[in-house]
């Protein structure tokens, strides 16, 4: 049973499409990450939410949305995409504030292809 | 503006033999470090962590060290085996914080 789920797994859209990225965790934390790994494999992050609130934002093209129907779900939607989106997107989750000791449990990420 | 920085973005060793991982940080302020291990189209996962009050945490094969004076840290695993072969990341963050930051990973290959 996985604790940290994306869909989809592989992502290729043209640009100027609107898509988006599901994740789930079923490990009962607080906080929810979303993280982009570039061509340069920086890990760089994106937004997070604790408890369905936003309380991370970093600088993201307002093109990227995120969305936490309630604490197990967050989703990111990306409107008219970019060639330059093509990245993967990790999403993560922790319990104690900012992860502590504990770190955080990644989902298996999203690669996402622009054409 | 890169706060976190792993210099050695590749490595070999032999297996049986230490590998040493390495990483500096550029703000005094973070106060507790990790280690990550990813695998190939697979997330990172959590290997092991220290916090600024102490300079060694060990785990098995894994100890982490921190130089809190240099803004360093590092990785030793010992005895290494071909399954340790993959990307390790340090991550950095602030006890009041909620975000990590990471560096660019160091992909670490066990030779049998």
């Known amino acids: 049973d996985t604790a940290v789920s994306q869909t989809p797994k592989y992502l290729v859209t043209q640009m100027g499409n609107d898509k988006s990225i599901k994740c789930e965790q079923n490990l009962g934390h607080d906080t929810m990450y979303w993280y982009k790994q570039d061509s340069k494999k920086f890990l760089k992050i994106m937004f997070s939410y604790n408890n369905k609130e936003l309380i991370i934002n970093e600088t993201v093209p307002n093109r990227f949305s995120p969305k936490s129907p309630d604490k197990a779900h967050l989703n990111l939607h990306i409107n008219s995409l970019e060639l330059g989106d093509s990245a993967v997107y990790f999403c993560a989750s922790s319990q104690v504030k900012a992860g502590a000791y504990y770190g955080y449990t990644f989902g298996s990420g999203t690669r996402l292809t622009v054409v | ?112």
């Open chain 2, 1 to 112: 503006d890169q706060q976190v920085k792993q210099n050695s973005p590749s490595l070999s060793v032999q297996e049986g033999r230490i590998s040493i991982l390495n990483c500096d940080y550029t703000n005094s302020m973070f106060d507790y470090f990790l280690w990550y291990k990813k695998y190939p189209a697979e997330g990172p996962t959590f290997l092991i962590s220290i916090s600024s009050i102490k300079d060694k945490n060990e785990d098995g094969r894994f100890t982490v060290f921190l130089n809190k004076s240099a803004k360093h840290l590092s990785l030793h695993i010992v005895p290494s085996q071909p399954g340790d072969s993959a990307v390790y990341f340090c991550a950095v963050g602030r006890s009041n914080d909620y975000k990590l930051s990471f560096g660019a990973g160091t992909t670490v290959t066990v030779r049998a």
